[in-house]
Structure formats: C-alpha cells, structure tokens
C-alpha cells in the first residue's frame, strides 16, 4: 500500500470560531496539524491583547495533549506602534479584512487611506499582513479588483511580508509571482470545484464560501502552481464551519468545513496530479520558510486506503461528506 510521510503540516489559515464550535473543531485540527494560523473573525473581534489572550488559552486547552501550535493573528484595525510592540511575539499576523466582505468582518476596513500608519509600523516590526482580497464589486471580480490594492501595498511597504489569503484565480498567481514581499495561500477546495459545482446543478450550501470557487482556467492555474511546488504558495484551508442552520437557510453563510478531511484529499489529488512529491512543500515547508517558522515536530502517515468522509461533525456538514477519499491517516 502506498504510504507517505509528511512532517508538522501546517494550515496556514483556519477558523476555529468560539465555545461549542471551538470545543468541535480544535481536536480536529490538533488530530492531524502541527499548527494553523487562527482567523480572529470572531462575533468580537479578536484585537487587542486580551481577547488574543483569552482566545489562544481557549485553544490550547482544548488541544489537550495534542502537538499543536495556534499561530494568533489580529484582527486589523488602526494599532498604535506601542500596542503593536506589546503584542508582536504572540501572533503571527494581522488579518485585515475589508469591511462587510464575508463572515464577521462588519468591523473591517472601509477606507484603505486610514491604513497606512499602522501598516508602516507593521513593516517596521516585521508583522506580516494577512489579506482577504476582495473588492465589494461584482462577485467574480472581487478578487481581481482589488489586485490594485495589493499592488499599492506590495510596492509602498516592500519590507512587509503581505499574503494574498485563499486565492482563486489565474490573475491572482501572476500577480503573487512578481512581488518577492508577497505569499499566497490556496485551500483545498479551490483547488478542487469551480462555480459550477456550487450553482450548476442543485444549489450546494456546503461549497458556498468566499471567495466564490471561479473558472476552470483559474482553477487550472491554481493547480499547476501548486503542484509544480510553487515556494511561495502554502496550503491554507480556509475551513470555516457553520452549523446547518446557517447553511440550509435562506441567507446562506459562506463558508466550507474541510479541516477534517483536508490532508488525505490533499494526498489524493497531489497523487492523482503525479505531485506526490510536493505536498511536503505545500502544507509545511513554503510556509516555514515564507514566515520563518519552525513548528513543533509532528509526524503524519498517510496511506493509500480510503474511508467514508462522515455526513456530519456536531451539527457542521464537512466538505465530501458521506463521499469515499482514496487516501486516509495511520493513526497511531
Ligand atoms: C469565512 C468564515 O466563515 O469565517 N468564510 C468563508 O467563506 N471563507 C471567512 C473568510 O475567510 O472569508
Ligand atoms: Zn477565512
């Protein structure tokens, strides 16, 4: 049977989210990952030293005996150079949402004139900046709409580490490529659906996230950079769970829950693209080397044997529910 072993993978963007949901999904991120790269899109927002505080002992509670390392991130907001040197070795990053963009980011960011000073001093203390990309534009222009503004932070802050977060689209690659100050990260069901396996067919709440899944020539391009072992493209998930009730509605929220089911489909499509190879690089060591980390040392097997993605986690509909994945983790 074909095996493989990866060393600490890392989820360089997920959402844990808060009491019951958090007690759900900790364990399960903290089963498989050495670390991820906690969103702070709380119903309040995690932005001051406190709430980071509180939220990281939260998580490492619940992970228990579990190697798992939250890597902490702000949310962005106009910080103070002091504020920022207090807290600058308990996170990772600042997530800078624009305002009303996705799920919980009503406090982001409406006026990009306002963010200059806190990004200077992000710069200067070499805290990356973590961005949702989007324009409030016509919902398959989002992202490239607002490539200009990543371009007028690329070029105004070029000592700042900028990621471009779940990146959809071909435009967005190119652009990633030409700035050495900017990373990206993609997640694994942007690799795998376009938007016509949300809307095609029967309507599928479950694949409904933001950014909306794109083109098949952009998800072409996704994956030739990811599988080739791009260096500056690292796996995020982007696995944002919402119970049923907020995705079998009227109103449906954006989000897919793929945490659980990440790494063995990660392992069966690298494998189907003949990458096997490079998965190494795409969910650890880019990131290692993009953000200068060194996780805590974890040890994942991987095998050819497949199993049943369960229907449902707790009340959450995961991403390939009751579909059968080729690949699946030793457990130990
Ligand atoms: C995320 C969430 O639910 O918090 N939703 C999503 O569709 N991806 C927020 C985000 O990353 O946009
Ligand atoms: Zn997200």
Not at 21 to 35: E, K, Q, V, Y
Not at 46 to 71: G, M
Not at 306 to 317: A, E, K, L, N, Q
Request: proline letters at 6%; charged letters at 20%; aromatic letters at 8%.
């Amino acid at each position: 049977m074909t095996e493989i072993t990866i060393t600490s993978p890392l989820d360089m963007h997920l959402h844990l989210r808060q009491g019951d949901m958090l007690r759900l999904t900790t364990p399960l991120s903290a089963d498989f990952f050495a670390g991820g790269v906690i969103m702070p899109n709380l119903i309040e927002p995690v932005d001051s030293v406190d709430r980071l505080n509180t939220y990281h002992s939260e998580i490492q509670a619940l992970c228990k005996d579990k190697v798992f390392e939250p890597y902490m991130t702000l949310f962005f907001k106009q910080y103070k150079k002091a504020e920022l040197e207090q807290v600058k070795d308990r996170i990772i990053g600042i997530k800078l949402y624009p305002a009303g963009i996705t799920t919980q980011s009503e406090n982001g960011v409406s006026d990009f004139t306002t963010i200059e000073e806190t990004v200077s001093a992000m710069e200067e203390l070499q805290i990356p900046l973590l961005v949702h990309g989007e324009s409030n534009g016509f919902v398959m222009d989002r992202e490239q709409e607002f490539l200009s503004v990543y371009q007028t932070l690329a070029e105004n802050f070029p000592d700042l580490h900028i990621i471009m977060e779940h990146i959809t689209t071909a435009d967005s690659v190119e652009f990633m490529e030409r700035y050495d100050n900017v990373s990206a990260t993609v997640t694994l069901h942007h690799l795998m659906i376009t938007l016509d396996d949300v809307i095609g067919d029967l309507m599928r709440p479950d694949l409904f996230c933001k950014p909306i899944a794109k083109t098949q020539e952009d998800r072409s391009a996704l994956r030739n950079a990811v599988f080739s072992g791009h260096p500056k493209l690292m796996f995020g998930s982007d696995s944002a769970p919402h119970p049923r009730h907020k995705k079998e509605c009227i109103g449906c929220a954006a989000g897919v829950f793929t945490a659980p089911v990440a790494l063995p489909l990660l392992a069966q499509i690298f494998d189907e693209a003949g990458s096997l190879d490079q998965l190494q690089n795409f969910v650890s060591t880019s990131a290692c080397q993009r953000y200068q980390l060194t996780p805590p040392q974890k040890t994942i097997r991987l095998q050819q044997k497949p199993w049943t993605v369960p229907d449902f986690y707790g009340d959450v509909t995961p991403f390939y529910a009751g579909k059968t994945i080729g690949w699946s983790v030793v457990r130990t």
